[in-house]
Protein backbone atom coordinates (compact mmCIF):
# COMPACT_ATOMS: atom_id res chain seq x y z
CA UNK A 1 0.00 0.00 0.00
CA UNK A 2 1.33 3.38 -0.62
CA UNK A 3 2.09 6.07 2.02
CA UNK A 4 0.41 8.71 0.20
CA UNK A 5 -2.75 8.19 -2.47
CA UNK A 6 -4.32 10.99 -5.01
CA UNK A 7 -6.16 10.50 -8.06
CA UNK A 8 -4.14 11.93 -10.55
CA UNK A 9 -7.15 13.07 -12.41
CA UNK A 10 -7.03 14.90 -14.58
CA UNK A 11 -9.97 16.95 -13.54
CA UNK A 12 -11.76 19.20 -15.42
CA UNK A 13 -14.22 22.19 -14.47
CA UNK A 14 -15.66 25.34 -15.77
CA UNK A 15 -14.83 29.04 -14.40
CA UNK A 16 -16.41 29.65 -10.97
CA UNK A 17 -17.21 26.08 -9.90
CA UNK A 18 -15.90 24.77 -6.25
CA UNK A 19 -12.79 22.44 -6.56
CA UNK A 20 -12.24 19.32 -4.14
CA UNK A 21 -9.05 17.67 -4.24
CA UNK A 22 -8.38 14.91 -1.77
CA UNK A 23 -5.85 12.61 -0.55
CA UNK A 24 -5.77 9.47 1.81
CA UNK A 25 -2.93 8.09 3.92
CA UNK A 26 -1.86 4.87 5.86
CA UNK A 27 0.50 6.42 8.68
CA UNK A 28 -1.06 7.33 11.58
CA UNK A 29 1.70 9.12 12.51
CA UNK A 30 1.87 12.04 10.02
CA UNK A 31 1.02 15.45 11.76
CA UNK A 32 1.82 18.03 9.35
CA UNK A 33 -0.10 18.35 6.06
CA UNK A 34 0.92 20.38 3.03
CA UNK A 35 -0.72 21.40 -0.42
CA UNK A 36 1.39 21.98 -2.89
CA UNK A 37 0.32 23.68 -6.50
CA UNK A 38 2.88 23.21 -9.60
CA UNK A 39 2.41 25.14 -12.63
CA UNK A 40 3.79 23.40 -15.99
CA UNK A 41 7.67 24.20 -16.39
CA UNK A 42 7.93 24.94 -12.44
CA UNK A 43 8.38 23.85 -9.54
CA UNK A 44 5.67 23.06 -6.82
CA UNK A 45 4.78 26.01 -4.65
CA UNK A 46 3.63 25.81 -1.13
CA UNK A 47 -0.17 26.73 -1.20
CA UNK A 48 -1.59 25.88 2.53
CA UNK A 49 0.65 23.78 5.53
CA UNK A 50 -1.51 22.39 8.29
CA UNK A 51 -1.14 21.06 11.87
CA UNK A 52 -3.27 18.22 12.91
CA UNK A 53 -6.91 17.91 12.37
CA UNK A 54 -9.21 20.92 11.47
CA UNK A 55 -9.77 23.73 8.90
CA UNK A 56 -7.44 26.44 7.61
CA UNK A 57 -8.77 29.09 5.07
CA UNK A 58 -6.45 31.26 2.94
CA UNK A 59 -8.56 33.62 0.21
CA UNK A 60 -10.19 30.71 -1.79
CA UNK A 61 -8.32 27.91 -0.78
CA UNK A 62 -9.40 25.87 2.35
CA UNK A 63 -7.05 23.08 3.29
CA UNK A 64 -9.27 20.26 5.84
CA UNK A 65 -7.36 17.43 7.64
CA UNK A 66 -9.57 14.66 9.21
CA UNK A 67 -6.87 12.42 10.80
CA UNK A 68 -9.23 9.49 11.86
CA UNK A 69 -10.12 8.81 8.52
CA UNK A 70 -6.80 9.47 7.42
CA UNK A 71 -8.19 11.96 4.76
CA UNK A 72 -7.06 15.73 3.04
CA UNK A 73 -8.82 18.09 1.28
CA UNK A 74 -8.05 21.00 -1.12
CA UNK A 75 -11.20 22.83 -1.57
CA UNK A 76 -10.97 25.72 -4.48
CA UNK A 77 -13.88 28.24 -4.48
CA UNK A 78 -14.58 30.49 -7.49
CA UNK A 79 -12.00 28.64 -9.53
CA UNK A 80 -10.34 30.56 -12.07
CA UNK A 81 -8.39 29.49 -15.09
CA UNK A 82 -5.13 30.79 -13.46
CA UNK A 83 -5.98 27.99 -10.93
CA UNK A 84 -5.05 25.44 -13.76
CA UNK A 85 -2.33 23.30 -12.50
CA UNK A 86 -1.41 19.87 -10.57
CA UNK A 87 -1.95 19.96 -7.13
CA UNK A 88 0.26 17.81 -4.87
CA UNK A 89 -0.30 17.00 -1.29
CA UNK A 90 2.12 16.45 1.20
CA UNK A 91 2.78 15.13 4.74
CA UNK A 92 5.14 14.31 7.16
CA UNK A 93 5.59 12.54 10.51
CA UNK A 94 7.66 13.94 13.26
CA UNK A 95 10.64 13.56 11.42
CA UNK A 96 13.29 16.47 10.12
CA UNK A 97 13.08 16.85 6.15
CA UNK A 98 11.20 13.68 5.30
CA UNK A 99 7.70 14.76 3.22
CA UNK A 100 5.49 12.26 1.57
CA UNK A 101 4.03 12.77 -1.69
CA UNK A 102 0.93 12.02 -3.59
CA UNK A 103 1.28 11.52 -7.40
CA UNK A 104 -0.72 15.24 -8.04
CA UNK A 105 -4.07 15.64 -9.35
CA UNK A 106 -3.76 17.72 -12.84
CA UNK A 107 -6.81 20.58 -12.79
CA UNK A 108 -8.17 22.29 -16.18
CA UNK A 109 -10.43 25.65 -15.25
CA UNK A 110 -11.66 26.28 -18.16
CA UNK A 111 -13.70 29.47 -18.99
CA UNK B 1 17.13 37.11 -6.66
CA UNK B 2 14.95 35.74 -4.55
CA UNK B 3 13.68 31.99 -3.67
CA UNK B 4 15.45 28.97 -5.07
CA UNK B 5 17.35 29.03 -8.00
CA UNK B 6 18.69 26.07 -10.10
CA UNK B 7 20.68 25.73 -13.13
CA UNK B 8 20.46 24.60 -16.06
CA UNK B 9 16.83 24.39 -16.61
CA UNK B 10 17.23 21.89 -19.33
CA UNK B 11 20.27 18.99 -19.69
CA UNK B 12 20.86 16.62 -22.76
CA UNK B 13 23.93 14.40 -21.88
CA UNK B 14 24.67 11.02 -23.16
CA UNK B 15 25.40 7.87 -20.65
CA UNK B 16 29.14 8.66 -20.54
CA UNK B 17 29.48 12.32 -19.39
CA UNK B 18 29.48 13.43 -16.58
CA UNK B 19 27.49 16.91 -14.97
CA UNK B 20 26.82 18.88 -12.30
CA UNK B 21 23.18 20.67 -11.46
CA UNK B 22 23.41 23.57 -9.16
CA UNK B 23 21.05 25.12 -6.75
CA UNK B 24 20.93 28.52 -4.97
CA UNK B 25 18.79 29.62 -2.00
CA UNK B 26 18.11 33.23 -1.01
CA UNK B 27 15.69 32.43 1.82
CA UNK B 28 18.10 31.86 4.69
CA UNK B 29 17.21 28.83 5.26
CA UNK B 30 19.60 26.08 6.48
CA UNK B 31 18.52 22.82 4.86
CA UNK B 32 18.41 21.41 1.19
CA UNK B 33 16.93 18.46 -0.72
CA UNK B 34 17.42 17.39 -4.01
CA UNK B 35 13.90 15.01 -5.25
CA UNK B 36 13.23 13.28 -8.70
CA UNK B 37 10.32 14.08 -10.41
CA UNK B 38 8.90 11.27 -13.29
CA UNK B 39 5.68 11.00 -14.71
CA UNK B 40 2.55 9.87 -12.86
CA UNK B 41 4.85 9.53 -10.14
CA UNK B 42 4.78 10.54 -6.54
CA UNK B 43 8.27 13.49 -5.69
CA UNK B 44 11.17 10.77 -4.64
CA UNK B 45 13.32 12.30 -1.79
CA UNK B 46 16.98 11.62 -2.73
CA UNK B 47 18.95 13.37 -0.23
CA UNK B 48 18.49 16.25 2.55
CA UNK B 49 21.52 18.41 3.94
CA UNK B 50 20.96 19.98 7.10
CA UNK B 51 23.42 22.70 8.48
CA UNK B 52 26.00 21.36 5.46
CA UNK B 53 25.75 18.03 6.69
CA UNK B 54 23.80 15.00 5.03
CA UNK B 55 21.65 13.54 7.24
CA UNK B 56 19.46 11.46 4.69
CA UNK B 57 20.52 9.28 1.17
CA UNK B 58 17.37 7.64 0.35
CA UNK B 59 19.05 4.62 -1.23
CA UNK B 60 20.25 6.63 -4.24
CA UNK B 61 22.75 4.66 -7.06
CA UNK B 62 26.35 6.16 -6.82
CA UNK B 63 26.02 7.40 -9.81
CA UNK B 64 24.17 10.77 -8.39
CA UNK B 65 26.74 12.65 -5.64
CA UNK B 66 25.39 15.10 -3.53
CA UNK B 67 28.08 18.15 -2.15
CA UNK B 68 26.91 20.90 0.21
CA UNK B 69 29.59 23.35 0.72
CA UNK B 70 27.62 25.92 2.62
CA UNK B 71 23.87 26.51 3.32
CA UNK B 72 23.03 28.70 0.17
CA UNK B 73 24.73 26.07 -2.26
CA UNK B 74 23.74 22.57 -3.24
CA UNK B 75 25.19 20.94 -6.18
CA UNK B 76 24.15 17.19 -7.54
CA UNK B 77 26.85 15.61 -9.70
CA UNK B 78 25.95 13.06 -12.30
CA UNK B 79 28.11 10.20 -13.97
CA UNK B 80 27.42 7.20 -15.89
CA UNK B 81 23.44 7.48 -16.12
CA UNK B 82 21.01 5.26 -17.35
CA UNK B 83 18.33 6.19 -19.76
CA UNK B 84 15.63 5.81 -16.88
CA UNK B 85 17.27 8.45 -14.58
CA UNK B 86 15.55 11.30 -17.32
CA UNK B 87 13.63 13.11 -15.10
CA UNK B 88 12.76 16.45 -13.69
CA UNK B 89 15.41 17.16 -10.83
CA UNK B 90 13.80 19.33 -8.20
CA UNK B 91 16.08 21.50 -5.36
CA UNK B 92 13.89 22.66 -1.84
CA UNK B 93 15.11 24.45 1.09
CA UNK B 94 13.44 24.85 4.55
CA UNK B 95 14.27 26.38 7.98
CA UNK B 96 15.93 24.31 10.22
CA UNK B 97 14.01 22.61 12.94
CA UNK B 98 11.37 19.89 12.66
CA UNK B 99 8.65 19.87 9.88
CA UNK B 100 9.40 23.47 8.32
CA UNK B 101 7.62 23.61 4.66
CA UNK B 102 9.88 22.95 1.87
CA UNK B 103 10.03 26.01 -0.76
CA UNK B 104 11.17 24.65 -4.30
CA UNK B 105 12.86 25.72 -7.00
CA UNK B 106 12.11 25.28 -10.93
CA UNK B 107 14.08 22.06 -11.48
CA UNK B 108 16.68 21.08 -14.34
CA UNK B 109 14.88 19.11 -16.95
CA UNK B 110 17.39 16.23 -17.55
CA UNK B 111 17.56 13.88 -20.47
CA UNK B 112 19.84 11.18 -20.79
CA UNK B 113 20.52 9.96 -24.63
Known amino acids: QKEVEQDPGPLSVPEGAIVSLNCTYS??????FMWYRQYSRKGPELLMY????GNKEDGRFTAQVDKSSKYISLFIRDSQPSDSATYLC???????????FGRGTQLTVWP | ETGVTQTPRHLVMGMTNKKSLKCEQHLGHNAMYWYKQSAKKPLELMFV???????ENNSVPSRFSPECPNSSHLFLHLHTLQPEDSALYLC????????????FGDGTRLSIL
Open chain 1, 50 to 53: TYSS
Open chain 2, 49 to 55: YSLEERV
Open chain 2, 92 to 103: ASSRGGVNQPQH
Open chain 1, 90 to 100: AMSPVELGRLY
Open chain 1, 27 to 32: NSAFQY
